[in-house]
């Protein structure tokens, strides 16, 4: 029992020394402006060597009107779950895109390159894409610069 009312017994309240700058108000304000703690770590960047992430920074597309000054439609086609049956569905967007040029036909793929807004519809910049065909046709050109037939190439 003596035990218990020995712990229990605290030093006089005249005796405990409360030592925070808070007593009576006098805080200069530089404290107050920002809580420091030992868990918070400085924030570090992310390493350089990772790309950004650009996620709806750029497109690809079919264009579809090219009638406007300095303007082209471009339909964007996504595949996306259906809701309710959750099956792939190809969902279709058309989007303005600033071509300075007016190089681009209907039927051209293009892809969009996102930028600051140009007009009140247009944010994207419409680029050229090269055509699959002219990716063979370098393929093609390479092997021949090698001079090494292919086995197909070979006489049987």
Same mark, same amino acid.
């Given at each position: 029992?003596?035990?218990?009312?020995?712990?229990? =017994?605290? @030093?006089?309240? &005249? +005796? $405990?020394?409360?030592?925070?700058?808070?007593? &009576?108000?006098? +805080?200069?304000? %530089?404290?107050?402006?920002?809580?420091?703690?030992?868990? %918070? =770590?400085? +924030?570090?960047? @992310? @390493?350089?060597?990772?790309?950004?992430?650009?996620?709806?920074?750029?497109?690809?597309?079919?264009? $579809?009107?090219? %009638?406007?000054?300095?303007?082209?439609?471009?339909? *964007? $086609?996504?595949?996306?779950? &259906?809701?309710? #049956?959750?099956?792939? *569905?190809?969902?279709?967007?058309? #989007?303005?895109? &600033?071509?300075?040029?007016?190089?681009?036909?209907?039927?051209?793929?293009?892809?969009?390159?996102?930028?600051?807004? /140009?007009?009140? %519809?247009? +944010?994207?910049?419409? /680029?050229? $894409?090269?055509?699959?065909?002219?990716?063979?046709?370098?393929?093609?050109?390479?092997?021949?610069?090698?001079?090494?037939?292919?086995?197909? =190439? =070979?006489?049987?």
């Amino acid at each position: 029992m003596s035990l218990a009312t020995s712990l229990l =017994q605290f @030093p006089p309240l &005249h +005796t $405990v020394k409360l030592s925070t700058p808070f007593i &009576h108000g006098s +805080t200069p304000l %530089t404290l107050l402006s920002k809580p420091s703690s030992f868990l %918070t =770590q400085p +924030t570090s960047s @992310p @390493p350089s060597f990772l790309p950004p992430i650009r996620a709806m920074k750029s497109l690809q597309g079919r264009v $579809v009107c090219a %009638t406007s000054d300095k303007t082209v439609a471009v339909e *964007v $086609v996504r595949l996306a779950p &259906h809701p309710k #049956y959750k099956r792939r *569905v190809r969902k279709k967007k058309k #989007y303005q895109a &600033h071509d300075p040029e007016n190089q681009f036909k209907v039927g051209d793929i293009v892809q969009l390159e996102k930028s600051r807004p /140009i007009s009140k %519809t247009k +944010t994207f910049l419409a /680029i050229s $894409v090269p055509s699959r065909n002219s990716r063979k046709k370098e393929t093609d050109e390479a092997s021949e610069e090698l001079g090494i037939p292919f086995e197909s =190439q =070979q006489p049987a």
